[in-house]
């Protein structure tokens, strides 16, 4: 068994999710390595000594660079808010580390293209965690729409609804501000949903988008955490919301096939509602992850008095089956899909194969970002430009 050390920069919510892939992988996956948690880093320091005792790092620190100058760190993780990504990311790859960065993997494709730029002169491996993908359902379309289950594709339809930021009451956290999240709606959740598109369906060559901003103003938020919506703020003052609530965009994909993308977080009784719905020449596929263990489909070859969706469970006999529950129906959360993504980070270093998602895949769907963004402001057609 390997042994590879940990950094990590960033203590609130997704240190906590990475954290729990790490000390759990070897339950689920031999994948020959153990991941030492070595020192996580956070601004905050009470919240850098709380992270280290709660989620199993040896120490913490209040400088981020304190994990990159460490020789014995071999992978960096970076789960802080968007702007700080392109820095960390680029010094981590400069030191020689492997990297997994959250999304959205910039603000802008400027951003991302610096980045993308320093892990390939470093030939470090590198993993945009976009882990919806990973869900074992998600994994169980592309193998469909891959084997020629649904023909070839017609149209993409998906949605990213929530409803956390929908009070005008919940405050002004990071994500609400450009300076430090690049974008609202469009890059925290849409991103997501233009990876769905981007893994089943294709490059994005054109786009038509409006983009909405509902609550211009909210409270001041304290703190350096986002901890979306379940605190109100103590404090009255409101500060100003400088990015979208709400997009809505076709895309014009490079194979031929349409599509559509909506997001929100301001939808009432929409809570992780991150959707896609693919029709085929020969069939459909539906993904729900509020219902997360089912993919829906169905074959237009089936009688006419048979034919209609079918729901399959996923489980032993489906992608990343052989490391999960032994029965389809007990469960796929949160925390398993980010497991199967940690996997994944393990198995490209350990077969010295490209991770999947990489910092190239999160650089295009930056390039799609921006356009949606630039085709609102222009109310026309844009070009992604994915192929310069
Ligand atoms: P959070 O607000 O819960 O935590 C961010 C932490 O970063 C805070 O503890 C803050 O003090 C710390 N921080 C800020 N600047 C720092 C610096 N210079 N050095 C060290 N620490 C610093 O944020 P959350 O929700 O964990 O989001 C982090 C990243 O993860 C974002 O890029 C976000 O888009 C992404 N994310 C991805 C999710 C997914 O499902 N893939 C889910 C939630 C977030
Ligand atoms: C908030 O909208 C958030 O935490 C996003 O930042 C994540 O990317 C999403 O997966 C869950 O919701």
């Not at 409270?219 to 809505?248: A, M, R, W």
């Not at 356009?371 to 057609?381: C, F, G, K, T």
Request: hydrophobic content about 40%.
């Amino acid at each position: 068994m390997k042994t590879l050390t940990v950094g990590m920069i960033g203590g609130g919510f997704m240190a906590k999710a990475h954290s729990m892939a790490m000390a759990s992988v070897n339950m689920f996956f031999d994948d020959g390595v153990f991941l030492k948690r070595k020192t996580i880093a956070d601004i905050d320091e009470e919240l850098a000594r709380n992270a280290a005792r709660k989620l199993g790092f040896e120490q913490y620190t209040t400088n981020w660079r304190d994990i990159i100058e460490d020789p014995e760190i071999d992978i960096v993780d970076i789960v802080t808010p968007n702007n700080m990504h392109e820095e960390m990311a680029i010094a981590a790859a400069k030191a020689g580390k492997h990297i997994i960065c959250e999304k959205p993997l910039g603000r802008d494709a400027q951003e991302t293209e610096r980045i993308l730029e320093a892990v390939e002169a470093a030939n470090v491996k590198n993993l945009v965690a976009f882990n919806y993908r990973k869900t074992p359902a998600v994994a169980l379309a592309k193998k469909y729409i891959s084997e020629g289950a649904i023909g070839e594709i017609l149209n993409f339809r998906g949605t990213y609804l929530q409803d956390w930021s929908a009070d005008p009451a919940s405050p002004l956290s990071w994500r609400f501000q450009k300076e430090m999240a690049g974008s609202g709606a469009l890059g925290d959740i849409g991103t997501h949903v233009l990876d769905f598109a981007h893994y089943l369906v294709g490059d994005i060559d054109q786009v038509m988008a409006t983009t909405k901003t509902w609550i211009p103003d909210r409270p001041i938020q304290k703190g350096t955490v986002d901890t979306l919506g379940n605190n109100k703020s103590e404090i009255k003052e409101l500060g100003h919301v400088d990015v979208d609530d709400e997009f809505l965009t076709l895309l014009r994909f490079r194979n031929g096939v349409i599509g559509s993308i909506e997001g929100t977080r301001n939808a009432w009784g929409r809570h992780n509602f991150l959707t896609f719905e693919i029709h085929g020449e020969k069939g459909s596929i539906v993904f729900n992850y509020e219902r997360r263990d089912e993919l829906q489909v169905c074959f237009s070859e089936d009688p006419d008095d048979r034919r209609g969706f079918k729901t399959v469970y996923t489980g032993a006999a489906h992608p990343y089956g052989e490391g999960l529950w032994p029965i389809p129906g007990l469960g796929i959360g949160y925390s398993e899909v980010k497991i199967i993504e940690m996997h994944d980070f393990l198995q490209a270093i350990m077969t010295d194969k490209e991770c999947e998602p990489n910092f190239r895949d999160g650089h295009k769907i930056a390039k799609v970002t921006d356009a949606i963004l630039e085709s609102s402001r222009l109310d026309r057609w844009v070009a992604t430009n994915l192929s310069e």
